[in-house]
């Protein structure tokens, strides 16, 4: 377990820093297959739960077989896999993205409220937490690394990321604010959220796959335009996006 | 006395009666019941916060009260805690006080209630317990979630070890509810219908996330509800506090902080530290949690009073530490170390450091590494440093380092300064230790020395000089300069004495030199080897001193004596040793080594004292002779292995076990049963001298199968148990056949050659020659008295067409074809008759063949057949010829018909009748013939032969006659 483990992370590491560093230099694979194939790959390795759910889970004292079960995610709170299918490539691309960039905040706030050692030093039950919180930082890095060939294949696709365009909304409104829940209900949370957000990419992965068994698609994008240089070095803007999933983030 | 006391009693009573009375009246006038009583509630802290007055206090001056107070849980008459608080106050002065519940306050409805007294020495009238205060009900239930289950305490911080009790409240939840503490189930005690209590004790610190308690409705298997008790870890007091200054200007504090305390979900953070001077009044906050810097101010403050003070959410500790400035001096480490006046045994050196003030004097300690060694200097030094380092070797690599302390008040060693460097080289200081080797017979000495150790050396050896000078007549000196690292040199002397004097050279000069004498008469003389036992220690050895003139001795021996090269090895002990015991690295069990002690007198010339030889441990032998077989014999065999060296062997060879295997179960005298370690028994022979190689094996059984086996043996085991050969002794019957055989054989030879020599003898006894007719004397009468004329008919003459054998009676008259007379008619008479029978007219077989026919001599009737046609007799049908062709099967158509037709013939009359194939007759001879009953078959001619006995037969014709002596007739004529 702990090989495995280990190897996923350096697997994670990889294609973060791969990604990560492609998204730095601001570069996008101009053909579309290979994007494609970037996309699908990126999907597949994080839709693990190995790579995100299951850190958070040890963090959070959340792996007991009882929590584990009820560990499902919120109905409603991601878009199912149908809804994502009935999508245009770029509505998809769209929601994919925004769901992308929720949990990277969900993250960034779990990050927060954990401390690490520091300092003071750290003591030897705190390393299989330390190797936790280290993959979580992975994970951050390969979210960081898909959406930057989001935006990459949204380029090619030929679509403006700045033109709003229609995502597929969570069904509902936001619920109206409640009392702190206490921090089991925000671990509890935390978990289903992210138990969709494995889901989701999960569905991505397949949407990605009928992408490519679609020769159709691949032609009509052939040869790839070239892409404007601005539009390249560009960060994925976060103007005209909506986010996607309707659940509150345990902050 | 009894009035007294009944008046006394009496008035006590009256007084008691007064003071109730007057407390009723005041109770009655002075109500302090507290009022305006206000509940408050903290739920993270599980606290109940009260606050009163009491309105009623006469006076406006503070009084001294007691208050009880009550407090009930779920109704008001389950008081579960009361208690007195005492304090002072004013009149309408508000009273705050706080009671913290073990049970979270969420988890049921409090009531509480105060009275008060006045506790105050300067009105006892007050001193009496006021009414009690209403109940005041204190509910913090969340009510909007009837259908929900919750689970208080809320997210709550507690420390390791702590005990805390948790309830959840299921509203309207009628199903049976589960709750787990880290996924094992927790069981507690229901305190109302909705309300259960679980007490944890002593609480442990699982993860920075907090514990999770949560509860879980068995049928709807479904987690309703939960918390996460945050636990601490115990906020540890900093250990090792301590606090020095380097430079006078910052103070630098640390200490070990001890284990993090902080908590997720920003529960609790890490402890803070801050750090407070009593004297100057100062405090810092430290941003880093296990070093503080603080700035020494100008004022020349000595003395500091340190309070270094942490502190979590639950916990706050502090440790104190009071010094003087002075005293906590940690000098800063030394700079620009530097080596003056390096020589090969000395070196000066110098540092620098830095400064404290006039009044401060440093201890430097410089420490000197090199050759493994390491030497200490103690320096006291105000500004600059220098020291002297002697006695060092030369041509050596030395670290030199130095640190300082403050030499008044030592605190604490400053960090290391050093360099290193390297003495030059000096003369080495010690003569070489030489030896050598002599090759016996000749004059060749190799000289061997060994490398001088680097404390010797004094440098890189750079050659050897050896320079040999004769002894016995002056001669010029031969000098030999030998490069380094070389260790031998062969010198070729001639029958004169040497010394040889052997010297070692760096580059700063050259060694004492070793002198050694090589004799004329070298002396050696034989000595018996003697045989040690060795140890993996080495070789213990003693010898006997021969003369008292004696330098010393020298052993020596090669390492590697199974090597050409050998290693060769020696060791020089004193003159008055006579033991010692060499060991080397290189000795290995199995290996024989071979040691000479030496004697050297002196005059430097050594004489060989005694010979050892010997292991350090002997090992079984690793491998069986070759053995071969001799001399085979039906009841006995030699075994012999005379190319197996005892001398190369891992052990002494003490002799051999000769193992043979056989189907007898005795063994023969001289040998024993013995049991293999395949558990066969054998017998076994022993042979004790290791020379012998050679054994015979007797009293064996002819045509029987042996198995052998010779394996060395040394003193304490066995070579290994290898594989038996096979032997089978042979039959001893050839033997006897030879016996017999070869006398008879030479009986027959020399009976052969009797024969040969007595040939003519026996000739004349048993076959004398046939007389010729011709030459007979009757002839010549016959011829005298006849015809002159007539004369012998030529064979060639003469065509015969038939031959006719007629076995003539005695008397009778011989029927045939012709009527001529033979020559010798009377004499015809007794013998029988050949016919020459005509051929037939349609003969068309090979072409003719003339049989001549000694009939002088039996001849078997085969031997015809090589004429090239089959005897037939003449009543075989033709298709029997084909099958008569073997003399077998001639001799059996023989037997059956001509015996047959032979039976006509009276058996007085004849003894044996043959048949002859006879010539073909001439072609024009055909018509001639004539048939009758003796005809033979078509394409063959026969003749039949009679076999005379030889008393009856004529004389054998000779050589000569063989042709002549048979008479071929005419048609008409008989021959014989």
Redesign the interface.
Known sequence: MPTQTTGRTLLSLVLGLLFASMAAMGSCPGDFHVLLGQLQKQAHAMQDPSSLLDPYMR????D????R??CTERPGAFPSEGALRGLGRRGFLRTLDATLGLVLRRLAAVQQ???E?????R?PAARP?AQDLEMLKMARLNILGLRNNIFCMSRLLGSSWDVAEPTQAAPGTSPPPTPDP???????EGCRFLRGYHRVLSSAGQVFGEWGKSPSQGHRHRPPRALPEDASRARPSRRGRRLVPRGQLPR | MALFAVFQTTFLLTLLSLRTHQSEVLAEHLPLTPEALKVSVNSAQQCLHLQWTVHNLPYNQEFKMIFQIQISRTETSNVIWMGNYSTTMKRNETVHWSWESELPLECAAHFVRIRSVVDDARFPEWNFWSSWSSWQEVNVQDSTGQDTLFVFPKDKLVEEGSNITICYISGNIQNDISCYLEGEQIHGEQLDPHVSTFKLENVPFIRKGGTNIYCEEKQRKAISNGTVLFVSKVLEEPKDFSCETRDFKTLICTWDPGANTALDWSKQPSQSYTLFESYSGKKKHCEEKNRCNWQITQDSQEIYNFTLITENYLRKRSVNLLFNLTHRVHPMSPFSVQFENISATSAVMTWKVHSLGDYFTLLCQVELHGEGKMIQHNVSVKANGKYLLNELEPNTEYVAQVHCADDNHFWKWSEWSGRDFTTPEAAPSEAPDVWRTMKSGSHNVTLFWKPLSKFHANGKILFYNVAVENLDKPSRLEHRSIPAPANSTELTLDGCSYQIRVTASNSAGASPAAVIVVSAAPGNKEIEEEIIEGTEDGFSMSWKPQSGDVMGYVVEWCDRPQDPLCDFQWKKLGPNTTSTVISSDAFRPGVQYNFRIYELSTKRIAHLLERKTGYTRELAPSDNPHVVTNNLTSHSFTLSWKNYSTKSQPAFIRGYHVYLKSKEEQCQPGAEKAVLPDDTVCCQYKIDNPEQKTFTVENLKPESFYEFLVTPHTSFSEGPSGTFTKVRTPDEYPYMLVHVIVPVVICVVLLVCGCLLKSQWMKDKCYPDIPDPYKSSVLSLIKSKENPHRTIMSISDCIPDAIEVVNKQEGSKIQSLGTRKSLTEPELTKLSYLYLLPTEKNYSGPGPCICFENYTYNQAASDCASCGHAPVSPEAPPSQWGLLTSSENLLKALEKNYMNSLGEIPAGETTLNYVSQLASPMSGDKDSLSTNALVPPPCSEYKMQMAVPLCLASPPPTENSDLSSITLLGPSEHYR
Request: glycine share 14%; hydrophobic share 35%.
């Open positions: 963090i959070q004292g959340l007991f077989p009882q929590l079960e009820h409220q954990l401390p050692a520091g300092r003071l030093g003591p937490r206490g921090a089991f209900q925000r671990k509890l």
